[in-house]
T-cell receptor
Framework: AQSVTQLDSHVSVSEGTPVLLRCNYS??????LFWYVQHPNKGLQLLLK??????LVKGINGFEAEFKKSETSFHLTKPSAHMSDAAEYFC???????????FGAGTILRVKS | DGGITQSPKYLFRKEGQNVTLSCEQN?????MYWYRQDPGQGLRLIYY???????QKGDIAEGYSVSREKKESFPLTVTSAQKNPTAFYLC?????????????FGPGTRLTVL
């Protein structure tokens, strides 16, 4: 069965510094992986997705993620944090059975001014 | 504007009562989903539907029921059998069930049982 582990429940960075949100996955096949963002009391918005094409995936708002099969990782990065990036981020792996998503527990990103 | 609407945004229910959460989409998507979100647990799938008049249980279907009478609508009923219903409920849709079909989420309904 597929699973996702987000290694940090909370991350705090200063505005203008790099962001790293870590995600490891477990899958018995070559997975599709996603990062979603959720602002307080809002729905989820897709940031980016990996579907076995290029291993470095660029998303919206300057975020990108690199798929590393040898490390079973899919970490999310951004060169320079902005105050509006403060939100909760979910790493997600797709189930091999249909379009079912398996969510990580989430990482809350705090951006300090 | 195309998208997914959920109503109401906040819902309060007395213990023992059934309550129905609304989800409507105008994206012409075939597949629709209901998730439950609890703090520190990510999202868990309750039910999903591939086409009208068909739906399947997700990982935590006990105490919930759904219907899919119209393509654009997928209401969720939280029954009195659900032991811990207080949560944030999110509806999503996708064009199909294929791997490349991105799921789009509604704004959510926060249910509180008093």
């Amino acid at each position: 069965a597929q699973s996702v582990t987000q290694l940090d429940s909370h991350v705090s960075v200063s505005e203008g510094t790099p962001v790293l949100l870590r995600c490891n996955y477990s899958s018995s096949y070559s997975p599709s992986l996603f990062w979603y963002v959720q602002h307080p009391n809002k729905g989820l918005q897709l940031l980016l997705k990996y579907t076995s094409a290029a291993t470095l995936v660029k998303g919206i708002n300057g975020f990108e993620a690199e798929f590393k099969k040898s490390e079973t990782s899919f970490h999310l990065t951004k060169p320079s944090a902005h105050m509006s990036d403060a939100a909760e981020y979910f790493c997600v792996v797709q189930s091999e059975y249909g379009n079912k998503l398996v969510f990580g527990a989430g990482t809350i990103l705090r951006v300090k001014s | 504007d195309g998208g997914i609407t959920q109503s109401p945004k906040y819902l309060f229910r007395k213990e023992g009562q059934n309550v129905t959460l609304s989800c409507e989409q105008n994206l012409n998507h075939d597949a629709m989903y209901w998730y439950r979100q609890d703090p520190g647990q990510g999202l868990r799938l309750i039910y999903y539907s591939q086409i009208v008049n068909d739906f399947q249980k997700g990982d935590i279907a006990e105490g919930y029921s759904v219907s899919r009478e119209k393509k654009e609508s997928f209401p969720l009923t939280v029954t009195s059998a659900q032991k811990n219903p207080t949560a944030f409920y999110l509806c999503a849709s996708s064009s199909g069930l294929a791997i490349l079909d991105t799921q789009y989420f509604g704004p959510g309904t926060r249910l509180t049982v008093l």
